[in-house]
């Protein structure tokens, strides 16, 4: 049962995550910068696709993602058609990788300590689910406010 509530909530929140992306009218906006917004709505983006390809695909699905994490912030003006395809390929591989978790798998510990201490593998999925609504609020405000 806790599977297909973490199913519901990621597709949930990377179809709204698609939708945000999708909103900005001006392309450029997408890698706009303020005084006091350090991080752009693209980048926001990609730091979502290599944090969930890592934790999700890589460390669970075994997809063999290698993050480059140092680029999800440094990365500029990708194609908001490139940043909507990637999003279309990590809800697959969320999903699948989901889809081979048993209720039983999420009561074990996390293959690594991302966190720095152990924890089960239900504790950081939903701790990643939280890690993305931040960032899509941030994203959403981002857009609102910068997109001119």
């Known amino acids: 049962m806790t599977i297909e509530i973490l199913k519901s909530l990621y597709n949930r929140d990377l179809n ?3 939708v945000e992306i999708e909103s900005y009218q001006n392309e450029a906006s997408l890698w706009k910068i303020g005084k006091n917004i350090l991080n752009s709505g ?4 990609l730091h979502l696709l290599g944090n969930l390809n890592t934790y999700i695909g890589a460390e669970l699905g075994k997809t063999g993602y290698v993050r480059q994490r140092d680029l999800e912030f440094s990365s500029k003006d990708i194609p ?3 940043l ?21 798998d999420l ?3 996390y293959p690594t300590e991302p966190l720095g201490y152990k924890m089960t593998t239900e504790y950081f999925l939903i701790h990643l689910l939280s890690h993305l ?3 899509l609020g941030q994203i959403n405000y981002h857009r609102r406010l910068l997109d001119i």
């Open 42 to 45: 693209g980048n926001l983006c």
């Open 107 to 109: 009561t074990k510990n």
């Open 16 to 18: 709204i995550l698609k």
């Open 133 to 135: 609504n931040y960032h």
């Open 80 to 82: 908001k058609t490139e």
């Open 84 to 104: 909507l395809e990637k999003l279309e390929s990590l809800i697959e591989i969320v999903n699948s990788t989901l889809e081979k978790l048993s209720d039983e």
